[in-house]
């Protein structure tokens, strides 16, 4: 029996120091290797937070983890924590339901919180993220509302008030008979795929190690009361604080329709198996490398299955949402082009309009040049005409002076008739004495 409780312990912090690998649902998301049980863990004890021992601590809260050896839970108290580096937060671990069994999801730290199958863990853990604090740069700042830090002097501080459900609803497993039913968001859910994710530190690996070798840990004997329900510092169990006893009416969940135990054990090879029969805690039957390889086969095929299924539903989604894209590219695409041959369109209609309009005013143009130089060409006759019939001698008195000089040559013989002297013609009587009278 020593052999197999070791193994379990062994598998445990193995699994806890590995991390993550994938569960059989989208609900799961890191499943420690070979953990698997038929009875669902008791409720959360109830205990108070101890003080803070010093700044930059955060929190990890206590579970209650597994002994095939055994075949009991034990409690894993919660504890103050150094954190591994700067900026990671903590995801607490989880019981979930899956294929009939109870898978434990071992916690990780990372810069974002987790899905912890909505377990209210209390002092910040809710169910869902971490509202204890949160990393600003380097600075680590504390809710006071959640986090017992009166005992130090910490300048990085705030209060944001929670409300803590801790003593209505102490479940703490997610699924099947009396779980938690909650589901991990899409941002959770890549979170679980994400490769970012940090074991836990050698403290807590140390600290479930110890809460292991602690007979009053287990669920059987502290009747879900451990007498160390946190510690300050992780392997402190000297200033422990304990659980407070377990309130009336609170009993430990039915086993989810699951009448035995059964529990893969990690040793080489997959040693071993260990079956526990409901009703008969004595009779116990262990099968040798081909029962543990086969029932660990099983559970490979079924991740595995689980894997292809979840690759298959993240590729379709993929997929639609490329086809989305191109679909909304292309609309675009044709919208642009409808809209460039509508301005082509409007572009070749104005251009028309303005050749139109330009051809008409040109021809109106003409037209007025046609008729100012017509008037200008009339007028400049006229003028000519005008000057023409100035320029013409005038006919009577063109004759009159011919017949004035006709008259003077016929009477002087072609020259004028001289009298007695003086070169002058002779007169008689004067003008108005009439012609000169012929001589006898």
Do not use: C
Request: net charge positive.
């Amino acid at each position: 029996m020593r052999i197999h409780r070791s193994a379990s312990i062994a598998a445990l912090v193995l699994a806890l120091g590995m991390g993550a690998t994938v569960a059989p649902m989208a609900a799961q998301a890191q499943v420690s290797v070979g953990i698997s049980v038929g009875v669902a863990p008791p409720p959360l004890p109830i205990y108070s937070q101890p003080p803070i021992p010093a700044p930059g601590y955060i929190w990890t809260p206590g579970y209650w983890a597994w002994d095939a050896g055994i075949n009991d839970y034990y409690w894993v108290p919660g504890t103050w924590v150094q954190p591994p580096r700067i900026g990671v937060l903590w995801t607490p671990p989880y019981w979930g339901w899956v294929g009939g069994r109870y898978i434990f999801n071992t916690g990780y730290w990372g810069p974002h919180i987790g899905f912890y199958g909505g377990v209210n863990y209390g002092y910040g853990y809710g169910g869902h993220g971490y509202e204890g604090g949160y990393w600003r740069g380097n600075q680590l700042y504390y809710n006071r509302s959640v986090n017992n830090i009166s005992n130090v002097r910490i300048n990085t501080v705030y209060n944001k008030t929670v409300i803590n459900n801790t003593t209505i609803n102490r479940v703490s497993y997610n699924g099947g008979r009396g779980g938690i039913n909650a589901r991990p968001t899409p941002e959770q859910q890549n979170l679980m795929r994400a490769n970012n994710r940090i074991p836990p530190t050698a403290s807590q690996l140390q600290q479930t190690r110890l809460a292991a070798s602690d007979k009053s840990l287990r669920a059987s004997v502290n009747k879900g009361a451990p007498p160390v329900a946190a510690t300050a510092r992780p392997g402190d169990f000297k200033t422990a604080v304990a659980a407070k006893p377990v309130p009336a009416g609170v009993t430990r969940p039915a086993a989810g329709g699951a009448a035995a135990t059964r529990e893969a054990t990690l040793g080489k090879g997959g040693a071993a198996t260990r079956e526990t029969v409901a009703g008969k805690p004595g009779a116990t039957r262990e099968a040798v490398a081909g029962g543990g390889a086969a029932n660990a086969t099983r559970q490979t095929r079924e991740m595995n299955a689980s894997k292809a299924n979840a690759d298959r539903s993240t590729t379709a989604n993929a997929d639609r949402a490329a086809a989305n894209a191109d679909r909304k590219a292309r609309n675009q695409a044709q919208a642009a082009d409808r809209a460039n041959q509508a301005a082509r369109t409007n572009e070749a209609k104005a251009a028309q309009q303005r050749d139109r309009a330009a051809r008409q005013g040109g021809a109106a143009n003409a037209d007025r040049a046609s008729r100012q130089s017509q008037m200008q060409r009339d007028n400049a006759g006229g003028n000519r005409q005008g000057a023409g019939r100035e320029a013409q001698p005038r006919p009577n008195a063109d004759r009159q002076a011919q017949q004035r000089d006709n008259m003077a040559r016929q009477g002087g013989g072609g020259q004028p008739k001289q009298g007695g002297g003086g070169g002058q013609p002779r007169q008689g009587g004067g003008d108005r004495g009439g012609p000169d009278r012929p001589r006898g």
